[in-house]
């Protein structure tokens, strides 16, 4: 069981990036995957979040509108693209297996896995 992310790297702020995170040994459709994000400094903070047998997706106030989490079941991989980017959102990007939802209106994840090695985001001028 395995999810390796890719699709890191350097880019201005306003640019987009997509991430893919791809799965091996397990069928992404039984899960709740989750991006989960940790910048120089800061805790790990969840960023999004999706089940892919029912496409039902989560998304943290601070992504909301710029980033679009979806999956593909023929694929296995779960993607996350990333728009509008501002200095803030650089960080080690990573996806793992998730508890996810909203609680009184407020987005919160849990991994329930190890972690991966995550790919690097910057986005700077």
């Known amino acids: 069981v395995q999810l390796v992310e890719s699709g890191g790297g350097l880019v201005q702020p306003g640019g987009s990036l997509r991430l893919s995170c791809a799965a091996s040994g397990f069928s992404l459709d039984y899960y709740t995957i989750g991006w989960f994000r940790q910048a120089p400094g800061k805790q790990r903070e969840g960023v999004s979040c999706?089940?892919?047998?029912?496409?039902?997706?989560y998304y943290a106030d601070s992504v909301k509108g710029r980033f679009t989490i979806s999956g593909d079941s023929e694929k296995n991989t779960v993607y996350l693209q990333m728009d509008s980017l501002k200095p803030e959102d650089t960080a080690v990007y990573y996806c793992v297996v998730a508890v996810c939802g909203y609680l009184s209106g407020r987005f919160y994840s849990n991994a329930v896995d190890a972690w991966g090695q995550g790919t690097l985001v910057t986005v700077s001028s």
């Open positions: 999706i089940t892919p047998s029912d496409d039902t997706s």
